[in-house]
């Protein structure tokens, strides 16, 4: 409806195109001066004008289309059990590793023993230890799991575990088939040390 009209009101026929002269002093010649003294005044200001106008709502869309919610859900993603493991999906698998607190509880670590990729763990069985210069760390699987992957760099670097325990010291992935829904978001955790701290 509007294409016609604008088209009508321009002189031009909205079917075949051709010129079309309406009755002087109608509505439509009316129209159609006001819409080539529009016309004119647009083509005089240059085409920066109607550029400018369409540039706003792209750059609006772009800016609105960022994906600001990948790294929120990367970083709450993370989930903590009681036993101070921590997990973070990956794709199809599942990244674990321990919290910045218990590897500061078990100290400088000096060789970790990892399971072989394929094995298969029940919840809370233990999947690997870690064995610092004072004592040996249990680490538990949070939920029924088989082993995709280990931290091949853990043979070399153990102490990885210590200066980066939430990301290159990871231990194992692992491909979850039980309930993991008892894990702790961070902010639960955190007031879980917190209590554990005060008992010390």
């Known amino acids: 409806w509007l294409k016609s009209h604008l088209v009508e009101a321009t002189g031009v026929c909205s079917h075949c195109r051709c010129p079309q002269q ?3 002093h109608s509505p439509t010649a009316t129209m159609a001066l006001v819409a080539r003294s529009v016309a004119s005044a647009l083509l005089r200001r240059g085409s ?4 400018s106008a369409f540039a706003a709502p792209r750059a609006h869309q772009m800016l609105s289309s960022r994906p600001y919610g990948i790294f929120a859900r990367g ?3 993370v989930r903590f059990a009681k036993t101070h493991e921590w997990v973070r999906g990956e794709g199809e698998a599942s990244v674990l590793g321990i919290s910045d607190f ?14 072989d990729e394929g094995a298969t763990f029940k919840a809370s069985e233990t999947i690997c230890t870690l064995e610092s210069v004072k004592a040996v760390g249990e680490v538990y699987a949070p939920a ?8 091949e760099k853990l043979g070399d670097e153990p102490a990885l575990v210590n200066s980066s325990p939430e990301s290159d010291g990871w231990l194992v992935k692992v491909r979850l088939s039980g ?3 008892g894990l702790m978001g961070r902010a639960e955790y955190d007031k879980l040390v917190e209590a554990e701290s005060k008992e010390e």
């Open 22 to 24: 309406p009755p002087p």
């Open 48 to 51: 920066g004008a109607s550029r």
């Open 75 to 77: 970083f709450s993603d």
């Open 102 to 115: 218990a590897q500061g509880q078990l100290g400088e670590v000096v060789y970790c023993d990892l399971p």
């Open 144 to 151: 029924d799991c088989e082993v995709v992957a280990v931290n």
């Open 179 to 181: 309930d993991a829904s």
